[in-house]
């Protein structure tokens, strides 16, 4: 039969390791959760923001970040993010039905590109809360990364698809011209 001394000391041991896996998981658990963090670091400077209404009740809240070098001219040659605060639920296949019309009104890509598109967000995109946000990373050479309530969720390195997805916002015939506008802080 174990001594008292013994046991303590065994019992000891074992708390004394747990004790020291808690701390090293905690560690290691605090560095990935900070390499999941979104990196706004990199846009320093808020292009512009506005508001999607419809009929008169606010959906979103849009605003566009780059750094200081953005150039509206040469949209899909900056770094860029657009951070989208929801006052709305949304299913991801919601969000994913908007974006693909909007993508088919703009004619971007053809039939079997849009359709992987689709099923990529319909699959990548998370459901949305009033409150949440959704941030798109753009990037010319990675495509794009897609951060959720600022904790990365997706990516996608297929360009043709991440300049479609941010056009939706961006491109000059985007069916909310208004909103484009304030986002590139184009006069009226």
Do not use: C
Not at 45 to 59: A, M, N
Not at 128 to 156: E, R, W
Request: avoid cysteine.
């Amino acid at each position: 039969m174990l001594s008292r001394k013994k046991i303590i000391l065994k019992y000891s041991v074992i708390i004394f390791f747990l004790l020291l896996s808690n701390i090293y998981f905690k560690n290691l658990k605090n560095v990935y959760a900070d390499y999941l963090k979104l990196p706004m670091n990199e846009f320093d400077v808020k292009i512009g923001e506005g508001y999607l209404k419809f009929f008169g009740i606010k959906i979103y809240k849009a605003k566009l970040f780059s750094s200081k070098n953005f150039n509206k001219n040469k949209l899909f040659e900056n770094k860029f993010a657009l951070d989208i605060k929801y006052f709305k639920n949304f299913t991801s296949s919601e969000i994913a039905k908007i974006s693909i019309k909007e993508i088919n009104k703009l004619k971007l890509g053809n039939k079997v590109e849009r359709d992987s598109w689709f099923h990529w967000m319909k699959n990548n995109f998370p459901n949305i809360s009033k409150n949440d946000s959704l941030i798109g990373v753009f990037s010319p050479k990675d495509g794009f990364t897609l951060y959720y309530n600022n904790v990365y969720f997706a990516s996608n390195s297929d360009i043709e698809f991440s300049k479609s997805f941010f056009s939706i916002w961006l491109d000059k015939k985007t069916s909310e011209s208004g909103l484009r506008k304030k986002l590139l802080k184009i006069n009226q």
